[in-house]
């Protein structure tokens, strides 16, 4: 029996990790404003929802139904994006210090807060959400069958939803403003691994597990094309009405990553080991590339040309970012080949 080819997927996921670069660097900004808003704040709001979506989707694949087997892939998979995230933790340690990020209302609370919910940089949230999306999921698909699971996380996400960019409709509503005050001191966002992550792991799950027939890539071509347009409305409307308290949980979010994910189940691409990690490397190191593009920028008196075009500033920051994961993907690959032969010449020699 062949095994399945998911390249499509790491494909998808590299563009995914550009589109955060592109989220936090406004490429079209300079050009146009209205343009940069669909792209910047709205198109790369399916990012996240793809990592998640593929995340559930290869995890729950691996389910066996033995209790104590999936357990114990559940805590590799926990115990290796926790090591992941630890290690950028650390490596964003000096630039946190740097930026003052641990002075001034800086607390155990808030470090806490920041671990367990927020990240301790601005894009660190994503790992922590994981880990807790996973973990509610998991407990949901060993508890309940799968229009359960689905409809539970789907409650969760419209919770979300009210605290992010439905938070305006509920102004009129005191009582419930209020729960989410309360709730606003535990985290700063609902975007995060009680409310956002668990539907879009849950959706990966069930087309895990279920079988789901396969039309013309074209189909799921038309159908994301038409979700995230309805997205595109959705997002014009409800900022042009001041309702969002912030802006990264959107309803035809779901069907447009939904569709975007099968449709690059059916790309006939190739990939590796060295390009998944390099994704995942992207994403991790972008901000700091952000931080050297501006630097090397100013010391070189080029922002006119780096900073200032919007466009340059993107594709910059994106090349800086792709040679840091390289490089990084290129040093572990060197780390794991020396490594071994070590602890052979220590046990040979003991």
Not at 330 to 337: C, E, F, H, Q
Request: charged residues 10%.
């Amino acid at each position: 029996m062949s095994k399945p080819n998911y390249s499509g997927l790491d494909w998808i996921k590299f563009g995914a990790a550009l589109m955060v670069v592109a989220n936090h660097t406004s490429p079209l900004l300079s050009y146009s404003a209205a343009a940069d808003f669909l792209i910047s704040n709205l198109f790369t709001r399916i990012a996240v929802p793809i990592f998640f979506m593929t995340a559930g989707f290869l995890f729950f694949r691996k389910m066996t139904g033995d209790l104590l087997t999936d357990r114990s892939a559940l805590r590799g998979y926990m115990l290796k994006t926790l090591k992941l995230y630890i290690t950028a933790i650390l490596i964003y340690l000096p630039l946190n210090m740097y930026t003052g990020n641990f002075s001034g209302s800086f607390t155990a609370y808030s470090l806490i807060k920041d671990i367990v919910f927020d990240g301790t940089f601005y894009h660190l949230w994503y790992l922590p959400a994981l880990i807790l999306g996973l973990f509610i999921t998991f407990y949901m698909y060993q508890k309940m069958k799968m229009k359960a699971m689905l409809a539970s996380a789907s409650l969760l996400y419209i919770l979300g939803l009210l605290g992010d960019s439905y938070y305006g409709i509920m102004q009129s509503s005191s009582g419930i403003v209020h729960v989410y005050e309360g709730l606003f001191t535990v985290f700063d966002y609902t975007r995060n691994g009680l409310f956002y992550a668990p539907i879009y792991l849950a959706i990966g799950a069930w087309a895990a597990k279920s079988q789901l027939p396969e039309p013309k890539p074209f189909v799921h071509a038309a159908l994301f094309a038409v979700s995230l347009g309805l997205m595109f409305v959705e997002g014009t409307l409800l900022h042009s009405a001041g309702v969002p308290r912030h802006d990264s949980m959107y309803i035809f979010a779901l069907p447009a990553t939904y569709f975007l994910f099968r449709w690059s189940l059916q790309w006939k691409v190739q990939s590796n080991k060295t390009f998944r990690e390099w994704r995942v490397w992207v994403y991790i190191l972008h901000p700091l590339a952000i931080v050297l593009v501006r630097g090397a920028a100013k010391v070189t008196h080029s922002e006119q040309l780096f900073i200032s075009n919007s466009l340059l500033y993107f594709a910059s920051v994106c090349l800086v970012s792709i040679g840091m994961a390289a490089t990084t993907v290129w040093l572990m690959g060197i780390s794991r080949k020396i490594q071994p032969s070590r602890f052979r010449r220590l046990f040979l020699n003991s």
